[in-house]
């Protein structure tokens, strides 16, 4: 989510602050602090779309998120650049594994699992982007995002709890864990000539078509005349804020911090969560939801704090 216009197309090292500001200041931060909440807060809001056919209902989402993207980027006056060679294949990935098989494997996983144990193998994302993310921006994981990353991950755990699973449940779990990984790292090749305008566009525009086709092949669409005022609601805010405007502000703090000190912030999404199911009537938090709020801010405070580290992200 990045505005990044460097012509680099092959593994770009994260954007750089403008002169005199350090990279990796809460300026750079902020962007996917607020996304990350967003993305939190869709999971109260995607509850009313369980009814809904899952395909249909999200190439809706993705159809209008790519409409306010592109109307946006013509209002701020941003150039699209269309990909080229390989560039395709990182994107359709995005796409592909990022948002259309992650849905299906959370929509699968909570039919052999207890939607807890998915939320835990997310949360663990943190751990793969600090070691992964890095190395395909051509540099050494930081030894304080490592030290940091489980922190976080164990924070997450304390807030969305434990559940039982069976063997398929494991695996679905672990199938979610590798695309929300997959639609950050996948990104990173192609951050530096798209920018977060860019690869949010691509991706989403190329998830509606994907997801449109499984609707015509497995589902009836026409169901979607029968979805009430507040599951379009629904699918309105999924389209607007959880997809349009939190896609651009993640991958433009992915551009300016490097995916391995971004991805400590997705600890934030389960805390999101947890907030607005207490606004929308879900009772007040267990005590160990309030202890890992304490844990996800410690391990964010221990992998975000100073500047980039020499060779780390």
Do not use: K
Not at 35 to 50: D, E, P
């Amino acid at each position: 989510m990045s505005t990044s216009t460097s012509p680099s197309t092959s593994s770009p090292a994260p954007a750089s602050a403008p002169a005199g500001r350090p990279a990796g200041g809460l300026r750079d931060l902020a962007p996917g602090i607020a996304g990350m909440a967003l993305v939190g807060s869709s999971v109260t809001i995607s509850r009313s779309l369980v009814d809904a056919p899952l395909f249909a209902a999200q190439a809706v989402r993705y159809v209008a998120a790519a409409l306010i993207l592109v109307a946006l980027a013509r209002a701020a006056r941003v150039p699209l650049s269309l990909p080229r060679g390989r560039e395709w294949l990182w994107l359709a990935g995005i796409a592909a594994g990022g948002l259309v098989l992650f849905n299906v494997a959370v929509v699968r996983g909570v039919a052999h699992a207890e939607p807890a144990v998915i939320a835990v193998a997310v949360a663990s994302v943190p751990i793969l982007l600090g070691l992964v993310g890095p190395l395909l921006e051509g540099r050494r994981p930081s030894r304080r995002v490592l030290l940091a990353a489980p922190v976080v991950v164990a924070g997450a755990v304390l807030v969305e709890g434990t559940g039982r699973t069976d063997a398929a449940g494991v695996g679905w779990a672990a199938l979610a864990l590798a695309c929300e990984a997959a639609f950050t790292l996948l990104a990173v090749p192609v951050l530096g000539r798209h920018g977060s305008w860019g690869v949010s566009v691509h991706a989403v525009w190329m998830g509606a078509v994907m997801l449109a086709g499984l609707s015509l092949l497995t589902e009836r669409p026409s169901a979607l005349g029968e979805l009430t005022a507040g599951q379009w609601a629904a699918v309105g805010y999924l389209a607007v804020l959880v997809t349009a405007v939190a896609f651009l502000l993640w991958y433009r703090t992915v551009a300016a911090v490097g995916s391995g000190r971004a991805g400590l912030l997705t600890g934030i999404a389960p805390l999101a969560a947890a907030g607005a199911g207490v606004l929308s009537g879900g009772g007040t938090p267990r005590p160990a939801v309030w202890l890992g709020l304490a844990v996800v801010i410690a391990g964010l405070a221990l992998g975000l704090r100073g500047g980039r580290e020499p060779g780390g992200s």
